[in-house]
């Protein structure tokens, strides 16, 4: 009877630790990714198996009231030169909205937003410069901000896509 009960509980023990790392968030596999890169520009594409819409009632002071919907998820990035020291996630999410206060080029950083889990959503990665290697440091956040995909094994990095920009034509 005592290995009987000892065999269920071990098997309810996997079975939740099993649901927790199903249940857990996650880039849809093959995302994130670059593509249509040339020698100035590139596309990022995120999809993951969070996002969705919340739409809330805002007041006009002195006017109207309306329904405004907004994304439930976004993904935050930065493109740097593949020597750059990698930043952490705090500073991913920072510097997707300031280029790390101007220092990184207009187009080169920016959020993604995740209408629906699991469908692809993309932004143009501008001002690239010809033949150089680059990577997207991406982090993807709720509405209150909070980080919610890890990355591998190191909860404490962002996610990394690298590629290398196309080289100029030969006259």
Known sequence: ?????LKVWMILAISFLAMDVVGQ??????YPNV???GQETATLNVSATVGGTETTMVTIPGGP???YTYATHQAKYVTLLHTDPQPSKENVINWSSDGNSGSI?????GSINLWSANSEF???ILNLQ???NYVIYIVTVDVSGNNVIQTEMDSNSPTLVSFTTSAPPLL
Do not use: N, Q
């Open 1 to 5: 009877m005592k290995k009987h009960i």
């Open 25 to 30: 968030e996650s880039y849809t596999a093959g």
């Open 35 to 37: 593509d249509g890169v």
């Open 65 to 67: 009231t309306f329904p």
């Open 105 to 109: 080029s207009e187009g080169l950083y």
């Open 122 to 124: 993309s932004s143009s």
């Open 130 to 132: 010809p033949s150089t």
